[in-house]
């Protein structure tokens, strides 16, 4: 396997070659030969529970802050939890706890606030398992604009992605209708899913995104006349050095 998808790799790679699409294929690839459709499967359990088990914690930091930048801080650090980046020994509750004392190194809380009085609505593209239980903290946030929210999930297993069974597990369709992205993809990949969330992609006015694929591949597609935010931690140098901010930066950005 491994020489299979060094020789794709070598046979395709180009400097127009999307990362997250690629990825995908090899990951795709991986779980076909293996027959290991969820190889992720743990840690996503881990991250959920891990994510869980910080809860009090994080609840007693927004008694004292109920504002809403506090609520994207904790969405992004929730972003760290990534075993797609960092290996099941890392010492996360630090880390995590280390993110919500950072500035976030991009900022734009303004322009944010502002889509969420001007919108009815917003389409909110989840990342990894764990994360997502941060992310309900925002969701409820939102909530208190009077936005409806449609949280998008992955059809099926990549890394340790959310996808319909962990969102559940969550509550997060306590606070927001939830649909499927249609596919396996790393991010989204516009070739990759499904015609029916691509509408709804294309057809949403405010759209929040999170993470560093779902960045990658929203910078790939054209939206004319969209408000579209990311909410991310760079965790490698190719997104760092694209937003022109250190390796571990938080960010609030429109595309």
Do not use: W
Not at 1 to 16: A, P, V
Not at 71 to 81: E, F, M, R, S, T
Not at 85 to 105: P, Q, V, Y
């Amino acid at each position: 396997m491994i020489q299979d998808i060094l020789s794709y790799i070598g046979e395709n790679f180009s400097k127009d070659m999307s990362s997250n699409a690629t990825g995908s294929l090899i990951h795709q690839y991986v779980k076909k030969e293996t027959g290991c459709y969820d190889p992720y499967l743990n840690q996503k359990k881990e991250g959920n529970e891990i994510a869980l088990s910080l809860m009090p914690k994080v609840r007693e930091i927004l008694k004292d802050d109920d504002s809403l930048e506090a609520y994207v801080k904790i969405a992004i650090v929730g972003n760290i939890l990534d075993f797609g980046t960092f290996h099941l020994g890392t010492e996360f509750e630090s880390m995590i706890f280390e993110g919500l004392n950072k500035e976030l190194a991009i900022n734009e809380i303004d322009k944010f606030e502002e889509a969420l009085r001007k919108y009815d609505n917003v389409l909110y593209l989840v990342d990894n398992t764990g994360e997502i239980v941060f992310d309900k903290l925002l969701l409820e946030k939102i909530r208190e604009y009077d936005v409806d929210i449609t949280v998008a999930v992955k059809e099926r297993p990549i890394l340790n992605d959310a996808c319909m069974e962990e969102a559940l597990e969550a509550g997060l369709d306590e606070v927001a209708t939830l649909i499927t992205t249609g596919s396996d993809s790393v991010g989204v990949v516009e070739s990759m899913i499904n015609d029916e969330f691509k509408e709804t992609l294309y057809n949403s006015p405010f759209v929040i995104a999170k993470g560093m694929g779902n960045f990658e591949g929203l910078t790939e597609m054209n939206f004319k006349g969209q408000d579209v935010f990311v909410l991310l931690c760079t965790k490698c140098p190719a997104i760092s050095k694209e937003l022109g901010i250190a390796e571990g930066s938080h960010v609030l950005k429109t595309l």
